[in-house]
């Protein structure tokens, strides 16, 4: 199983990015795909989730109304669009797979290799 996430970079406060995760190796459409983050010296968070099908979506309180998780499945991919960056929203970000709950960090079977987002002032 492969998640190759992509999409970071160097942005501006109220810049925008779009991460993508192409998944390989799983019947992708059986999974909850969903995005982590993790800044210096702190935990690795959940920042969205969606479910398999793409109808139900979950966002941390700190990214509500600047990020959209989406997913295709016809491409195997999930998006994460990041707007109004703020410079708090500096980590590197992970995208995740799991058929259980994408809440929950330990649930989580496959993580890829995350991609570093750096929001500069």
């Known amino acids: 199983v492969q998640l190759q996430a992509s999409g970071g970079g160097l942005v501006q406060v109220g810049g925008s990015l779009r991460l993508s995760c192409a998944a390989s190796?799983?019947?992708?459409?059986?999974?909850?795909m969903g995005w982590f983050r993790q800044a210096p010296g702190k935990e690795r968070e959940l920042v969205a989730g969606?479910?398999?099908?793409?109808?139900?979506?979950a966002y941390a309180d700190s990214v509500k109304g600047r990020f959209t998780i989406s997913r295709d499945n016809a491409k195997n991919t999930a998006y994460l669009q990041m707007m109004s960056l703020k410079s708090e929203d500096t980590a590197v970000y992970y995208c995740?797979?799991?058929?259980?709950?994408?809440?929950?960090?330990?649930?989580?079977?496959?993580w890829g290799q995350g991609t570093q987002v750096t929001v500069s002032s």
């Open positions: 995740a797979a799991t058929r259980k709950s994408i809440l929950n960090r330990d649930s989580i079977e496959y």
């Open positions: 969606i479910d398999r099908s793409g109808s139900t979506t």
């Open positions: 190796g799983l019947t992708f459409n059986m999974f909850r």
